[in-house]
């Protein structure tokens, strides 16, 4: 029992990790304006650095509810078309319960530590192995996906699509719809490898100290001796 919820409590660790990223790096408009002006998309896109930025930071802000619709008028004409909206629609649903999975995962964490501190003097003991077996299961996924990114991105993030939405909304034809334009494949591949590094300088640090306290610190045999 100890043992599976030390497992529950690395996983939430790096449920709120990842949250954590894409909020501060997915969710930031200067990460995407930083790469409009390192590509010139306002040149290659014909439009304004300003109206790239009002773009990607109207759409943020739709994703983080912190306003009703995402219209962004340039020109005389609606920006965004009906189909680019409603995925986005999709895609602030996704978000937002991602967000709500960190919550439970902040507040199902607590609950095991509190657990673990009132109920078991080895507490940190059970904790730290609990996180190496989940470091262990997360150094295998990201070695099979980053084998995947690393030669076919592409079909990577046609997967990821596919995985979490029920529709083809996120089929976006480059030659009608500016957001697939605004967003490259370059754009989400380099978000997607930032995201990784910012779990992995939070991830780190947890894992060497597990490794230091087990080898270290922690009673020979102690999870038998539940």
Known sequence: MKSFLSYIFGWCLIIICVVFGIQSIALDASFYTKRYETYCFDEVLHVSQENLEECITVLLDYIKDERDDMVVIQDGKEVFNERETLHMKDVKQLYQNAYTVMK???????????????????????????????????????????????????????????????????????????????????????????????????????????????????????????
């Open 104 to 226: 439970i995962s902040i507040v199902l964490a607590i609950g095991i530590l509190f657990y673990f501190l009132i109920k078991e003097k080895r507490w940190l003991s059970f904790l730290t192995m609990g996180f190496l077996r989940v470091c262990a299961t997360l150094f295998v996924m990201l070695v099979f996906f980053g084998i995947w990114v690393a030669t076919d991105f592409t079909s990577f993030w046609n997967w990821l699509h596919t995985l979490l939405f029920s529709n083809q909304l996120w089929l976006l034809d480059p030659n009608t719809s500016f957001m697939i334009n605004m967003l490259p494949e370059i754009i989400f591949n380099e978000l997607v490898l930032s995201i990784v590094l910012y779990l992995c300088i939070c991830v780190i640090p947890l894992l060497l100290f597990s490794l230091y306290y087990q080898f270290k610190k922690a009673p020979i045999g102690f999870e038998k001796k539940q």
